[in-house]
């Protein structure tokens, strides 16, 4: 077996060297000859921390101000439908035939087919999780994979429900030539009349329900990103889910809670069971009342004589 070697640099002295100066000076040299060629080490230089911003800066309440601003935009977009359906004879009729149409269909044994493609698309599917939380029956259609054979999901007395804010998404107007005549359409467009929608003009059986905007997005953001248009029509959405349980049910919040047993909305109905089984488990005590007997009147004017 070979031995480790050290790989040490080796110093060999010159047999001139005799004196300790000399030795000293060859030492010198054998160190310069090894570290001359490693490089020096970077000298540190001093990185400057910038500090937190705070929010009085002029950045931050740049960034505050436009974040509000947001808010701001679509809380006015709300409010403008809300006048719309409280003042509007079209946007009012088109509310109550489309509560009417959705509530026949389910006591007839239909669901509510909601078909939309991109931002509308998943608006559309977020509708569906809340007609189905509250016991209405509803499933959702791409239209895209609809002219794939999903058509074969409509049935007879099913209501579909469009969501496009144009009211001219094409694909969902190559979709109408094969559509059954008799069948309910619901759109939910930008439109203020039906018969302006081109989702229901050749449809003999169609209700709008109008969401337009009191300005556009690319005017109010810079951009024309779906953003005010997709809150309105989550909102009217969500109107049109709670009114149709209304309609069906006695009582949608228990309804509600019985079809949601888990997260914190189930968690918290759980506890409140719980409760009230305890309680209902409590022994009843019954207490012994002693009655109060007072002196006669009689009684009472002797002893003030």
């Known amino acids: 077996m070979s031995s480790h070697i050290p790989l040490t640099p080796t110093l060999f002295l010159p047999d001139s060297v005799s004196t ?6 060859t030492l010198l040299v054998s160190i310069n000859m090894h570290t001359s060629s490693s490089p020096r080490p970077c000298k540190r230089q001093r990185m400057t921390i910038t500090p937190p911003s ?13 974040a509000t601003r947001v808010l701001s935009i679509e809380a006015t977009a709300l409010s403008h439908v809300t006048r719309l359906y409280q003042t509007d004879p079209h946007a009012r009729e088109g509310l109550l035939g489309a509560v009417e149409c959705i509530t026949k269909s389910q006591a007839e044994g239909g669901k509510v087919i909601v078909c ?7 608006v559309g599917r977020k509708t569906v999780a ?10 959702f ?18 209501v579909l429900f469009f969501i496009s ?21 619901v759109a939910l467009t930008s439109q203020s009349k039906a018969s302006e929608c081109p989702l229901l003009k050749e449809h003999e059986n169609g209700v709008l329900l ?42 949608k919040g228990k309804t509600f809670k019985k079809n949601h047993p888990g997260g914190a909305i189930g968690a918290v109905t759980k506890a409140s069971a719980e409760a009230i089984a305890d309680a209902y488990q409590q022994p009843i005590t019954t207490l012994d009342i002693v009655p109060l007997e007072l002196p006669s009147p009689s009684i009472s004017a002797q002893s003030d004589s």
Do not use: C, W
Not at 20 to 25: A, F, N, P, Q, T
């Open 20 to 25: 300790g100066k000399d030795i000293l000076d």
């Open 54 to 66: 705070t929010i009085h800066d002029p950045e931050s309440m740049s960034i505050l101000d436009r």
């Open 116 to 122: 939309g493609v991109g931002k509308s698309g998943l």
């Open 130 to 139: 809340t007609l189905k939380s509250l016991s209405i029956a509803a499933s």
């Open 141 to 158: 259609m791409h239209a895209a994979e609809a002219a794939h054979g999903d058509l074969g999901d409509i049935r007879e007395h099913d």
């Open 165 to 185: 804010y144009s009211g001219k998404t094409p694909e969902l107007i190559n979709l109408l030539p094969h559509l059954p005549r008799k069948l309910q359409i």
């Open 210 to 251: 109008p969401a337009p905007l009191f300005e556009l997005e690319e005017v109010s953001f810079g951009v024309s990103a779906p953003t005010t248009s997709t809150t309105v029509q989550i909102a009217i959405g969500d109107m049109l889910a709670l009114i149709v349980a209304d309609q069906l049910h006695e009582n």
